[in-house]
């Protein structure tokens, strides 16, 4: 893949560099300043979109401060974000770790007892004051110099990173907001390599664009809650009639990492319902619930299904199984999931590798009685395709779909499918542990037998008999329109 941005340059072997130049005026003041700023990426020229945008962030944002560092000496003109970026950095080029040098001189010995034996002995041994003033040579001066005059922005910079390289790192509750969210990503596993993790990382760097870093404590819930109103306020201004929401979506996750900072005492009632009145946020608008499919048009959807088969066509098929999402459907491991030759033909869903549950991808087993054979063919092309464009395009195409075949009224999209599907049950009087087993409602009993084997890698292969209770419970439920598919004369098998 060639990557093509400004600053970048990739070299022979595809791995990335920042470089850009630093202005004429500073190149004038510094006859010993390089002509570029240089910082590597890092990366591979083949790595993620998510990753490559997050490190150019990141260099421009060390060359802003480079650049400011060399304007200006007055500490107080640096934000406290400003300040840490810099020690990073400082620490970066030191070749040393926050903490990295707090045991070190202990570490010279091949354990503790030797370490204090020696020291009982009088032996001149090393503290590790002294050992990071090899790292920081600098430090004596600087140390003299602060009790004449007040130090610069950067001697302050290299004093904490002689500190933090000596004190072992601890459970702040004083975060930058980009230190909040690295830590929230890590502990919550998401990988911004794949297109969840991606998603919400492109989302978060939305956000953190219109409220700039800041800091994250005790004492700054204003300033905070100020930041978050900013982004709400200049999202509404771009588009008025954005929805509740969407600012709520892409505030979600944003807003659950500055809530991870330890010992804030105002995280929890960092809210944007309207009852909290933290936030001016436009009211909710209802969601537009997909409607009820009547016996007619699902015979219209059922026969193009089969008639007209195609990997598009096969997705709403599967959807129509259960009021399956198309993200679900995203997931899917043809190795793993897909039992379509069984006796009793079904897949199931587990949320992919990740297993995702839930809400996101509801753990169930979907016994596939209509269109069998249209669904073995074209399926693995379905969640190939769906798997190579973005995750958002499949929803858009077939809700396309869907309404040039019924109609183009808002309310025709496949979640229509799920309210279907529901309303088919109700008609078929299927127990309540099998509708939640094949549609995954939350009023099913979630520890029964029949679920169990959804989480089980073997499935139903040793109790062939409860799947058996759903395939009957699903045929029961598309009975009339498999009756009425037979007459296609034999056009595909049904199932």
Known sequence: MTRRASYLKVRPNGMMRYCRDYPTKLQK???????QF?????LHENCSDSDFLKAMEESSRAYDLKVKTLSNSDPEAYTESELKMAVEEVLR??????GGLAHVAEQQYQNKAQWEAALEAGEEVPSKTDIALEVFPEMDDIIDDSKRRKLTFKEEVIGHAWKAAQTLPKLTTRQTMRE??????????????????KSKQQRFERVIKYTGDFIISSETKDEVQDRIQNFITNKRHENPSIKAQSLKRELGEFIAAIRYVPRIDWGDRLSLESRSNNFQIPKETPPLKGKNLSDDELRLFFRICLTQADSKWTALLVAAHAGISGVEIRRLRVDKDLY???KYPHIIFRGGDSRIAKTDARPRVVPIVIGLEVIKEFLPQTIKWMNSVDPKSPNQILNKRLRKLLGAEPDIKTHMFRHTWLRLSRRARI???NKHAIAGWEHGDRNNTVMERVYDAQGYTDDPELL???YDDQKEIFSRFTQDLTKL???VRLG
């Open 29 to 35: 003041t510094f006859t010993d300043l390089p002509q």
């Open 93 to 98: 080029q030191r070749k040393v770790k926050e």
């Open 340 to 342: 379509l030759n069984a």
């Open 489 to 491: 004369n034999n056009v």
């Open 431 to 433: 127990s309540e542990d």
């Open 180 to 197: 909040a969210w690295k830590r929230y990503a890590l502990d919550n596993n998401i990988n911004v390599s794949s297109p969840s993790g």
């Open 468 to 470: 058996k209770q759903l």
């Open 38 to 42: 240089n910082k590597e990426l890092g």
